[in-house]
């Protein structure tokens, strides 16, 4: 399967970390104004959906983390 995003999969080592759930990262996302469900956010933790640059915005400001740490492998 083709990649359709490259930091999909540090998402979600780094929510993980940080013990939030789907469901709880997509509410902070949703406060913050962008509409994204947990499917959405499932298809962009597996890399199987593009992420869009405010959508990178809005995850990076709910896991309180700066961007570039989205890009960083771990």
Known sequence: MERKN???K???LIRK???VTQKDL???INLRGIKID???LSR???ETRPI???EILAIANALNVP???LFKKK
């Open 6 to 8: 490259i930091i999909g």
């Open 10 to 12: 540090t998402i979600k």
């Open 17 to 19: 970390d940080k013990m």
């Open 26 to 28: 997509v509410a902070k």
């Open 38 to 40: 947990e499917p959405m």
């Open 44 to 46: 962009i933790e597996s």
């Open 52 to 54: 869009l640059d405010y």
């Open 67 to 69: 961007i570039e740490k």
